[in-house]
Each structure stands twice: as structure tokens, then as C-alpha cells.
T-cell receptor, first 111, second 117 residues
């Protein structure tokens, strides 16, 4: 089945720890995106990538990092510099100028 | 500046009632696109519709219908004869400067719809 897979579904992070959220797609999409969702707020763009080995900062990139070494994969690292990381994280992919497909999300909680 | 407003934070309806979700947008562009997405409890966003700024015809898809009014900058979504499976968060979104990649899409805050059996 084609789609986007995010893992893990739930993730707990200790203060000062870096954690990496996985996003894999087998749709052969060029573009991939990471969004953050907080209660009562819309999705906010963290990073996006339109081709392999290239990515751009979104609106709230501080405290996050990404890589795009393969077309299928776009992992997001939440670093210790991110002061308020507890949120729901959504990954999406699309061909350029088409509708995006979204994964089922990762809920990150700081403990 | 672009903005998408969904003034209804939460709505509850009884099954089989009709419900309208409001969306008001702001943009200076003459060419833009509007979207609606559904986010069920499973978490992923499901695409429902995309409408460009030059097409003001209303659209109907089964129990779903959309009313686009440029004069009031609104793109409202109506579910007819609601069902429990319609319970979800619904997002309205706007893309600037015409059709482009999703880095240009602005999402509204969402409306949480609960359909009570």
C-alpha cells in the first residue's frame, strides 16, 4: 500500500534530550513537509524539502533540524534547543503543485 | 498579511442534523486557492476539496457542500444529515500567490465537530 508512515506514534522526551521522528513515504513524491499542531491552532510549517539533499526552514524552524538524504525519508530531530516541544507532529508529502498526503502523526511529550 | 479564521472552535450536533462550518480568509492576492481538510481521531489530515479564486460555483459531493463567496471572503462547508463518522476536526486553508507547493499554505485553527448519536 502506498502512503506515509510516521513513527513512533507516541514519544516521550526527557528535558535536554534530542529525539528524532521518522517519516517515510512510498508515493514517489518529490516534496515533503513537517508541521507542528498545538491545541486550538492550525498547522504550522517547521521545515520542507522539495528535492533530495535540499530543505528549507518554515515558519517555526528554531529548535528543529531535518535531513533529506533519500527521496523516501525526511526525519525530524527535535533538539534540546526547542523549549516547548510537546505537540502533535505531522509529516506530509506531495508532488509539486498537487494535494499533500499526511501521515498519522507523532505525539511528543516532554517528561 | 494572509489569515484564515474559523470562529467556531467546537460544534456539537445531533445525528442527522445539518451543520455548517465557517471559514473566513484574508489575502491581497487575486489568485489563490482554498482548501478543506478533515482530521479524524486517527490523526492524519484527509483532503476534502480545493477551490481556486476564479471559480465561485458552489460544489456538492454527496452530503458535503461548499459555498464560496468572494464578496464576503468566505468558504463555508456544510454537512447535510450528519453522521457520527463526521466527528473530526475540520481545517480550512489558503494558499497564496496561486497554486504552489504546500510551504505557501496557511491553515486555520480548525473546528472540532462532534456528532452525537
Amino acid at each position: 500500500d502506498g502512503g506515509i508512515t510516521q513513527s513512533p506514534k507516541y514519544l516521550f522526551r526527557k528535558e535536554g534530550q534530542n529525539v528524532t521522528l521518522s517519516c517515510e513515504q512510498n508515493l514517489n513524491h518529490d516534496a515533503m513537509y513537517w508541521y507542528r499542531q498545538d491545541p486550538g491552532q492550525g498547522l504550522r510549517l517547521i521545515y520542507y524539502s522539495q528535492i533530495v539533499n535540499d530543505f528549507q526552514k518554515g515558519d517555526i524552524a528554531e529548535g528543529y533540524s531535518v535531513s533529506r538524504e533519500k527521496k523516501e525519508s525526511f526525519p525530524l530531530t527535535v533538539t534540546s534547543a526547542q523549549k516547548n516541544p510537546t505537540a502533535f507532529y505531522l509529516c506530509a508529502s506531495s508532488w509539486l503543485n498537487t494535494e499533500a498526503f499526511f501521515g498519522q502523526g507523532t505525539r511528543l511529550t516532554v517528561v | 498579511a494572509q489569515k484564515v479564521t474559523q470562529a467556531q472552535t467546537e460544534i456539537s450536533v445531533v445525528e442527522k442534523e445539518d451543520v455548517t462550518l465557517d471559514c473566513v480568509y484574508e489575502t491581497r492576492d487575486t489568485t489563490y486557492y482554498l482548501f478543506w481538510y478533515k482530521q479524524p481521531p486517527s490523526g492524519e489530515l484527509v483532503f476534502l476539496i480545493r477551490r481556486n479564486s476564479f471559480d465561485e460555483q458552489n460544489e456538492i459531493s454527496g452530503r458535503y457542500s461548499w459555498n464560496f463567496q468572494k464578496s464576503t471572503s468566505s468558504f463555508n462547508f456544510t454537512i447535510t444529515a450528519s453522521q457520527v463518522v463526521d466527528s473530526a476536526v475540520y481545517f480550512c486553508a489558503l494558499s497564496e500567490r496561486g497554486w504552489t507547493s504546500y510551504d505557501k499554505v496557511i491553515f486555520g485553527p480548525g473546528t472540532s465537530l462532534s456528532v452525537i448519536p
